[in-house]
């Protein structure tokens, strides 16, 4: 059975940083794309970042570009997201995906900027991260 479940998320003042983690099973992290998105109060799921999206590749969406790096621990089956200079505007409930299907299926709906054409069919149940003075 695919599962992704996230963890790391917490309060932390402008300018601080994070790590998030999201441990995965039930596939290879070698053969699908892993991504972390992020949805805040009334705004649609965004993509923050994807390993594995574009033929092996790291990408990141524009509004963290520089600020977070994706990375990933084939041996632990888990992908990290460190989030550093963190901003109010990156306060948001956190989600790791993957494009294996088996996993927990999310209906909504979701946008990325980084190119490909991945479909996301396997969800975790999110981190929240709070910035705030």
């Known amino acids: 059975q695919v599962q992704l479940v996230e963890s790391g998320g917490g309060l932390v003042q402008p300018g601080g940083s994070l790590r998030l983690s999201c441990v995965t099973s039930?596939?290879?992290?070698?053969?699908?794309?892993i991504a972390w998105f992020r949805q805040g109060p009334g705004t649609e799921r965004e993509g923050v970042s994807c390993i594995n999206c574009r033929d092996g590749m790291s990408s990141y969406g524009d509004s963290v570009l520089g600020r977070f790096t994706i990375s990933r621990d084939n041996a632990k089956n888990t992908v990290y997201l460190q989030m550093n200079s963190l901003k109010p505007e990156d306060t948001a409930v956190y989600y790791c995906?993957?494009?294996?299907?088996?996993?927990?299926?999310?209906?909504?709906?979701?946008?990325?900027?980084?190119?490909?054409?991945?479909?996301?069919?396997?969800w975790g149940q999110g981190t929240q991260v709070t910035v705030s003075p």
């Open positions: 039930g596939f290879s992290l070698d053969n699908y794309a």
């Open positions: 995906a993957t494009d294996m299907s088996g996993g927990t299926y999310w209906k909504g709906t979701y946008h990325y900027t980084w190119s490909g054409t991945k479909v996301f069919l396997s």
